[in-house]
């Protein structure tokens, strides 16, 4: 168990609605990271953000934004999705600011789009 | 940023020693190697990082020769628990916003 926390699990929705994921970092962790993994793509970064501020942005659709709350935890929203936004989320944390190489994972969120 | 290649998968009994190359020729000065491990449905898991030379923790040792233009992951006496696609990672830490794990390793480890 790593610490994170992600929900929900596994989520399943239609085309062109929107969704959130939540996560949950390591207690005492002030950055969250966002990654998408798909079958033809592998494990893409999409988002960074330290004590409530964006750090980094990877390959992040438009339609896709995130935030971090003041408590720490972080939050996904997808909107028009697609088809092919079918992916598992993961949620990772770390201590610092900078781009650790070592970041804690948690379960993932499994969405479907259908 | 940094392009790897790794073998899409390996095969190894129980028991043996696994070695998993990864090149990574335009690697940048800054750059560390780090390895991550992942399993079925479950997010990544940090095994190892290092420079240069060789580090070793308790896990899994790492070789970075000279160039540092690959890398070797070597998993001592896998055993069927080690079942897991391995990513091989060079980051900086510092200016480089692009974390892609790309595909990685599948190594299955047969009884």
């Known amino acids: 168990d790593s610490g994170v926390t992600q929900t929900p699990k596994h989520l399943i929705t239609a085309t062109g609605q929107r969704v959130t994921l939540r996560c949950s970092p390591r207690?005492?962790?002030?950055?969250v990271y966002w990654y998408q993994q798909s079958l033809d793509q592998g494990l893409q970064f999409l988002i960074q953000?330290?004590?409530?501020?964006?750090?980094a942005k990877g390959n992040i659709l438009e339609r896709f934004s995130a935030q971090q709350f003041p408590d720490l935890h972080s939050e996904l929203n997808l909107s028009s999705l697609e088809l092919g936004d079918s992916a598992l989320y993961f949620c990772?944390?770390?201590?610092?600011?900078?781009?650790?190489?070592?970041?804690?994972f948690g379960p993932g969120t499994r969405l479907t789009v259908t | 940023l940094a392009k790897t290649t790794q073998p899409i998968s390996m095969d190894s009994y129980e028991g043996q020693e696994v070695n998993i190359t990864c090149s990574h020729n335009?690697?940048?000065?800054?750059?560390?190697i780090t390895w991550y491990q992942q399993f079925p449905s479950q997010g990544p898991r940090f095994i190892i990082q290092?420079?240069?030379t060789k580090v070793t923790n308790e896990v899994a040792s790492l070789f970075i020769p000279a160039d540092r233009k690959s890398s070797t992951l070597s998993l001592p006496r896998v055993s069927l628990s080690d079942t897991a696609v391995y990513y091989c990672?060079?980051?900086?830490?510092?200016?480089?916003?692009?974390?892609?794990f790309g595909k990685g390793t599948k190594l299955s480890v047969i009884p």
């Open positions: 990772a944390s770390s201590p610092g600011g900078a781009l650790s190489y070592e970041q804690y």
């Open positions: 207690s005492g962790d002030l950055s």
């Open positions: 953000y330290y004590n409530g501020e964006e750090r």
């Open positions: 335009n690697i940048a000065t800054n750059d560390y």
């Open positions: 290092g420079y240069k």
């Open positions: 990672l060079p980051f900086s830490g510092a200016g480089s916003y692009q974390l892609t």
